[in-house]
């Protein structure tokens, strides 16, 4: 009769590189953090954002299971570079780990242009050319003070067009197109 007795090995897990990611906002984004873990017995892998990256990146959700970081950078963001670093630890004793450490930059958004505006008996047609992701909202106004939305189109594709119908117009009406929120 022969007997092996084997002992447990823990070796920290290995995390494939992840690139920097470009993205316009108020589009989604997904970043895979995949990791290898080589102790015997096999452990658990389990992802997590430090501390500080939570506060001060723009909302993300990572998958503790999967390493996936789910996020859509608002428009408040555009423009901006955010450092993000996802730990992957295993249930070893001791737990090891190993970090990814990469930026998401947000595009600038580049104010829409109106290229083309039609109107019909009460029913105005603007078309407006400008950056995929964000809301685009027509905004009205009798004044030029006071802006109202009338029309939110959510993500669209661009060209946006967006058609407002008025059945009682002002004598004067002013429109606009803002991006958001």
């Known amino acids: 009769i022969v007997t ?5 090995t823990n070796y920290a897990p290995t995390l494939t590189p992840v690139p ?3 993205v316009n906002p108020d ?3 997904n970043v895979t953090n995949a990791a290898t ?4 017995p096999p452990q658990t892998l ?5 501390p500080e990256f939570r506060r001060r990146a723009f909302s993300a959700l990572l998958n503790t299971n999967t390493g996936v970081l789910t ?3 608002t428009i408040a963001f555009a423009g901006s570079s955010n450092i993000f670093q996802v730990v992957v630890a295993n249930n070893g004793t001791p737990a090891l780990s190993a970090t990814n450490t990469f930026y998401i930059y947000v595009n600038p958004v580049t104010t829409p242009t109106i290229t083309s505006i039609a109107v019909a008996g009460q ?3 603007l078309i407006a050319q400008g950056a995929q992701g964000p809301d685009y909202t027509l905004l009205m106004s009798t004044n030029l003070v006071n802006w109202q939305p009338v029309l939110t189109n959510n993500s669209p594709a661009v060209p946006v067009t ?3 119908t008025n059945s009682q117009p002002a004598a004067d009406s002013f429109f606009r197109v803002e991006l958001g929120p």
């Open 4 to 8: 092996f007795a084997g002992t447990a």
């Open 20 to 22: 920097n990611q470009t």
């Open 27 to 29: 589009v989604t984004i």
């Open 37 to 40: 873990g080589m102790g015997v």
């Open 46 to 50: 389990t992802f997590y954002l430090l």
């Open 71 to 73: 996020s859509t950078p």
């Open 123 to 125: 029913t105005i047609t």
């Open 162 to 164: 967006l058609t407002y």
